[in-house]
């Protein structure tokens, strides 16, 4: 079936490194997608989202790039600071009817100081 | 505004039990939704609605009913609790789903379940 999938389930970098966490999705009608950061014991919350009609789209201190050629979503952190350890979900729409989000697994940021 | 809330933050039910979890925001959102969340999972959507009166099933349906009765209020019903169903349980809001162009969902801060 149709899936959203992430390449890596964990990424520690160091304080002030930038963070790339990688999204893979399988469902070539999705034109939406949206990045969500959740920190241990809240609920998810909004980072950035795209559309398919871009391929790139920048925020404060984050920035999604959108491959619709091999179906790759990445979301690029600058200057990772201790704040940003979480788990990062990357979720996807197939626009139309369809009034559901299908989302990732997760990675988990660590940023060691 | 406070947002979504959701109530309780933890439960522990025996199995067969039955219960309720709330949810309510006062965004004036039209579409809410509940979701599970297991350990090494993402996200699964359960029920959803795009406004007072209107439900529908998402990946995940089975043992939970909804209802939507006011534009605040979507609570989550466990028919006869099972220890599969022990999970945290989000429930989220959008303003109306992508109609006015985001797709984004504010969730709440989410139930912790345990079913033995």
């Known amino acids: 079936g149709e899936s959203v999938g992430l390449h890596l389930p964990t990424l520690s970098v160091q304080e002030g490194d930038n963070s790339i966490i990688n999204c893979a999705y399988s469902n070539s009608a999705s034109d939406y997608f949206i990045w969500y950061k959740q920190e241990s014991g809240k609920g998810p919350q909004f980072i950035i989202d795209?559309?398919?009609?871009?391929d790139k789209r920048q925020g404060q201190r984050v920035t999604v790039l959108l491959n619709k050629t091999v179906k790759h979503l990445s979301l690029q952190i600058a200057a990772t600071q201790p704040g940003d350890s979480a788990v990062y979900f990357c979720a996807e729409n197939s626009g139309g009817s369809n009034y559901k989000l299908t989302f990732g697994k997760g990675t988990l940021l660590t940023v060691n100081p | 505004n406070a947002g979504v809330t959701q109530t309780p933050k933890f439960q522990v039910l025996k199995t067969g039990q039955s219960m309720t979890l709330q949810c309510a925001q006062d965004m004036n959102h039209e579409y809410m939704s509940w979701y599970r969340q297991d350990p090494g999972m993402g996200l699964r959507l359960i029920h959803y609605s795009v406004g007072a009166g209107i439900t529908d099933q998402g990946e995940v349906p089975n043992g939970y009913n909804v209802s939507r009765s006011t534009t605040e209020d979507f609570p989550l019903r466990l028919l006869s609790a099972a220890p599969s169903q022990t999970s945290v349980y989000f429930c989220?809001?959008?303003?109306?789903?992508?109609?006015?162009?985001?797709?984004?969902?504010?969730f709440g801060p989410g139930t912790r379940l345990t079913v033995t």
């Open positions: 989220a809001s959008s303003l109306d789903f992508g109609l006015s162009s985001s797709y984004e969902q504010y």
């Open positions: 795209i559309r398919s009609n871009m």
